[in-house]
């Protein structure tokens, strides 16, 4: 296992316009989260799966932003009308807690979004 | 609310010790945890400690947790010009459902 892939790693895109990335959490992993890390600051938490039911979303999960996880394994991030603000590198991590504790989260690499 | 708090930058000379400080809010935080992070990368785990330890050593990395006082250090011996990066310091919060991050603190090392 090569570890948690995100794709793309970089986008540019026009503002108003649609975009998706996608995140290939570690096989066994149930759980994946999205994260939203701006310059200068520590990722802020988006969304999480277990397995396929979507458990929590962030309040900076507007209405413009969707997360699914259709069959448990990848997960897709789309945003809708894109904003200047929406600028910042998208974070994916899965994890395989133990019971119900959280233990250790693996990260991808990221993608950078930049909107013009 | 939950809330991870450290110093944004720190200096120090190759071949002496960090150490890089952080205090959290979320008391039921089951484990606490050091990311480090490189220009243009991502996350990398670098540790984590259980809330019912106070002190765990992994070859050069040192963490001491202090739970009373919610404060949480790093201390990297013999640091390398390629430990320069940015370290975060993360909490799990809602009894370990999720992470919160603090802002990060920039380690740079001079030769």
């Known amino acids: 296992d090569t570890g948690v892939s995100q794709d793309p790693r970089h986008k540019i895109t026009k503002r108003g316009q649609n975009v998706t990335f996608r995140c290939d959490p570690i096989?066994?992993?149930?759980?994946l989260y999205w994260y939203r890390q701006t310059l200068g600051q520590g990722p802020e938490f988006l969304t999480y799966?277990?397995?396929?039911?979507?458990?929590?979303k962030s309040r900076l999960l507007s209405d413009r932003f969707s997360a699914e996880r259709p069959k448990g394994s990848f997960s897709t991030l789309e945003i809708q009308r894109t904003e200047q603000g929406d600028s910042a590198m998208y974070l994916c991590?899965?994890?395989?807690?133990?019971?119900?504790?959280?233990?250790?989260?693996?990260f991808g690499q990221g993608t950078r979004l930049t909107v013009v | 609310g939950e809330d991870v708090e450290q110093s944004l930058f720190l200096s120090v000379r190759e071949g002496d010790s960090s150490v890089i400080n952080c205090t959290y809010t979320?008391?039921?935080?089951?484990?606490l945890y050091w990311y480090k992070q490189e220009p243009g990368a991502g996350l990398q785990l670098l540790t984590y400690?259980?809330?019912?330890?106070d002190m765990k050593q992994d070859q050069r990395l040192t963490v001491l947790l202090n739970k009373k006082d919610k404060h949480l250090s790093l201390r990297i011996a013999d640091t390398q010009t390629g430990d320069s990066a940015i370290y975060f310091c993360?909490?799990?919060?809602?009894?370990?459902?999720?992470?919160?991050f603090g802002p990060g603190t920039r380690l740079s090392v001079l030769p």
């Open positions: 993360a909490e799990s919060i809602n009894y370990g459902q999720n992470f919160v």
């Open positions: 799966f277990q397995n396929e039911a979507q458990l929590e």
């Open positions: 991590a899965s994890s395989s807690p133990q019971g119900m504790v959280l233990t250790e989260a693996f």
């Open positions: 096989s066994e992993h149930n759980r």
């Open positions: 979320d008391s039921s935080s089951t484990y």
């Open positions: 400690i259980f809330s019912n330890m």
